[in-house]
Each structure stands twice: as structure tokens, then as C-alpha cells.
């Protein structure tokens, strides 16, 4: 009796043992803070790098569970993958950071469209193939646009510069299948200031017309439009200004647009709509495009651009005064140094702070 007692008793223990060893999981709803000894979900180790190693339970979603999500890794900057032949692959593009929100109900697109555009690679590649250009060269073009971007919107280290620079000449020595590139690009939504580089480093003298037809479009994106327009000072010919003189009177009613045509021709020394730029220095609405005006009347020049530009200065309405000035001064730097010393004498011109006063008395030395 005394051994079978003594049998029973280790195999209690054994039990109680094994039982100590067991990890229990128990589903906490999702949003909750882990229980305490457990993982949280975010830091578990992943057993199989490979999705397709997941059992059909583990990749479908349990109730009241959260769980680590697989994605793939985002390629970094620079040439583009290949695949196995050497050849482009166009899916990709450089990561060089975020893109901005979609609004589609922003007042700058009438029709409804998204005016931040879309990095599309599918209907980059079909605008291509109708453009006539190669994948080897729209590859080149992605390359050149996301080393060139992280130069204007990030403190690029100068070997990013370099590399920029490498990248453009690369995409300019396609000549014309290199300029229809960046505006297959421009069609399909990809957008930024730095595009008016891109089109100025593979612009083909006599294809104009082609880059007008991108700016005049309606159902490209609204601020690809925009880098349409502003990458037609690059080409001084009577065709573009005819065309740009045109548009800003035309779109009187669409500050992004008028501020687009504006600034070309302001680089193109063309002041032959300076006037129309009056009204809307003060216009209700137009606050965000108000120094980029005042840049513009600085580049056109002329005694429209003098008279305006000396109002709004005037005007105790205005703000951005010293870039009022400055836009003076490009042109003409005696009349902007006699309207600054009048300008200080004046009770408004007394409040004004050290910096902005620094700036007018830079600009007007």
C-alpha cells in the first residue's frame, strides 16, 4: 500500500510540474495594454521572414487580437532595381518622403480632381508608351526627380548634390525622350518646384508646344499644372509669352494658377500683364500667394510693376512689406531706398520689427 501511495504521489507532482510549464495566451481586446510577462504584439519575432510560411490561421484576423503586420521593405534612394535580364523595374520609385495628404475638395481643383496628383507607376508607364518614351528613360527620369527633390526638401549632404547632378546629365543625354520624360511625368501627377530644374536641364528648343499642352490641360493634376506653368521660363521664345500672357488673364479666378503664369513671367523679364497683378495683391483668399506675386512684379519690372508695388507698400492693409521692397529693389533700388526712408518716417514704418527692417535696409542698400 505504503509503495503504490508513493507511485500516486509522483505522478501528482509530475502533473503539477508539467502544468507549471505551460504558457497560457489569453485574447486581450485590441487598444489595451498587454498583459503583464506577455509580449506586446508589435515586438513579437517574426519565425518566417515569408508571408507565405503563415499558416491560414495566422494570416487571418482574430477577434479581439492585435498582431504584427508583414510588409515589405521600402527600397531606399537612388538607381532603380532591376530584374533578372538588367532590365528597369518601373513599380519603383525613390522613397524621399512623405507625399502630401490628398484633399479633393480643395478650391484650387474645380473639376473635383486631387491637385496633389498621384505617383502612379502603372499610368506613368501607359502615358509613356504613348509618348513614345522608353522604360530605360522614364527609369533615368524617376532616378534624376527623387535625388533632385531630396536636394529641395531635405539637408542633402553633397554627395546627394553630386549625385543629382550625375543623374540629370544622364537624363539630358536622351535629349527629346529625356524632356518627354519629365512631362510624362507632369501628366500623370508627380509634382514639385523642383520640376521647373528637371525641364530646364532636358529642355529641347522647338518642343515647347508639347510642355504648353501639359500646362493647358485640364485633367492633369492642378499643381502639376502648376510646375507646367512655371517651367515655361525656361523657354524664352514669343510663343511661350504669348501663351503665359494669355493664360494669367484667363485665370484670373485661380490664385494658384495666376501665381504659376505670374512667376514665369516674371523670370522672363516680361512685364506686359504687370496691371493685372494689382488687384490681387490685397485680394480676400489670395494671402498664400501674396509674396510669390510680389516676387513675380519684381522679375517683370517696369513702371506698372513700380507703381503697384510702391501702393502696396503704401497700403496699411499690407503685410509682407519687406518682400514688397525687396521685389523693388530687383529692378530699381534708388526708388526703393527713397520709398524706404519715407517709409519709416511713418507711424506703420515706426512699429516695424528689427528683422524686417534689416531686410528692407539690405535690399534698398
Known sequence: MSRTKAALGGIVVLLVATLSAVVFVVDEPAGTAPSEGTTPASEEPAADASQDALSARDRSPQPGRTRARLTPAKPDSGAPPTDESGKPILNWKPVVGPAPPPTPDSPHSPKGHNPFGERN?????????????GETVIAAAITAEGLVKQTYTQRADPAVGEQAKAALADLAG?????????????????????????????????????????????????????????SLQVADTPAVREF?????????????????????????RDATSAPLVRDKLLREGWKGVRGYLLTALGGMGGDDARSILVEFIRDDRADRVAGAFRALARFDVEAARDEADRFFETPRGKKTSSYDRQLIETATR
Open 121 to 133: 507607376p502603372e499610368k506613368l508607364r501607359k502615358i509613356s508608351e504613348e509618348m513614345h518614351v
Open 174 to 230: 536622351y535629349g527629346v525622350e529625356g524632356y518627354r520624360a519629365v512631362l510624362a511625368m507632369l501628366r500623370t501627377g508627380y509634382q514639385g518646384t523642383w520640376f521647373v530644374e528637371l525641364v530646364k536641364t532636358t529642355h529641347q528648343p522647338g518642343y515647347e508646344d508639347e510642355l504648353i499642352a501639359v500646362a493647358k490641360d485640364e485633367d492633369v493634376a492642378e499643381f502639376s499644372r502648376w510646375g507646367a506653368l512655371q
Open 244 to 268: 503665359l500672357n494669355a493664360y494669367l488673364a484667363a485665370h484670373q479666378g485661380d490664385s494658384g494658377l495666376f501665381m504659376s503664369a505670374a512667376l514665369a513671367l516674371g523670370n522672363l
